[in-house]
């Protein structure tokens, strides 16, 4: 089976920490030139300095905001005069929680631009490049939710839909250049993101966190969360040659949780 990324060039979106870190974690472990992409700087810096890397391995970042789309055009635009991307990782920070019902229209149109046309712009730039080289992976790394809502998280419930059939009509689209599209959709996985919705969820039902946890854990026919890096696992497989005829499909990595298929 062939997993190696050697001499392909990967652009990892939320990489300062999260499922976003591991993934550019396990794609420089499999010989990608990784390229970190998020707000902080300092963890950017930091972070590409301790990946993993070989002699012919370099890493970089880019400090960008995706609530600022030119800005981030701008600065990926900069990147691909210096070398091609052959491997792009969408991922972002969801919304916050809540009912569907509570969320005012701003919240909608943020996260729309945040992930929808993002992920636009990314892909817009980089499948020139792709399509040259005849190789090309867009990973989107969104939700569970695309298969079945999950209750508190109105707003992401929407644009994670709207991100999967993005996806779904790009794939059909640049598959006859070597270009794939696909989602990972993580289950519950020990991150920031999931402790913030852990702490909503005490709060707003009265309960403590050590039980809300228990009950979601609980939901999980493997009885715990996920880690960062079992997500980040799948991610890497999709982007190798190995994967080169899996395109435009959800892969669930969630413990069996989601009830159906």
């Not at 300062?16 to 998020?38: D, F, P, Q, W």
């Not at 052959?86 to 991922?91: D, F, M, R, T």
């Not at 289950?187 to 920031?192: L, S």
């Not at 009950?215 to 960062?228: H, I, L, T």
């Amino acid at each position: 089976m062939n997993l190696d990324l050697s001499g392909k060039n990967a652009l990892v979106g939320g990489s300062s920490r999260g499922i976003g870190k591991a993934a550019a974690i396990a794609l420089a472990e499999l010989g990608a030139n990784v390229t970190l992409l998020a707000r902080n700087a300092e963890a950017l810096g930091e972070i590409s300095l301790a990946l993993p890397n070989t002699l012919e391995q370099k890493h970089d970042f880019i400090a960008a905001d995706f609530s600022d789309p030119e800005d981030l055009k701008k600065k990926v635009k900069a990147l691909l005069l210096k070398k091609p991307i052959h491997i792009l990782i969408n991922n972002t920070g969801g919304p916050k929680g809540g009912p569907i019902t509570d969320a005012g229209t701003d919240e909608f149109t943020n996260a729309f631009r945040n992930h929808v046309v993002c992920n636009q712009i990314l892909a817009g730039l980089v499948l020139p490049g792709m399509e040259k080289a005849g190789y090309g992976r867009i990973i989107n790394v969104i939700s569970t939710s695309v298969k079945q809502p999950i209750p508190g998280l109105g707003v992401s419930n929407t644009i994670r839909g709207a991100v999967a059939s993005w996806a779904k009509t790009l794939a059909g689209e640049v598959g006859k250049h070597g270009v794939t599209v696909n989602n990972v959709l993580p289950g519950f996985t020990a991150t920031e993101r999931l402790a913030e919705i852990i702490t909503f969820r005490a709060n707003k039902q009265g309960k403590t966190e050590a039980e809300i946890k228990q009950g979601m854990e609980a939901s999980v026919p493997m009885g715990r969360f996920a880690d960062a890096s079992e997500i980040a696992n799948a991610i890497a497989f999709l982007s190798s040659p190995a994967a080169a005829y899996i395109n435009g499909i959800n892969v669930p990595v969630d413990g069996g949780r989601t009830k159906s298929l």
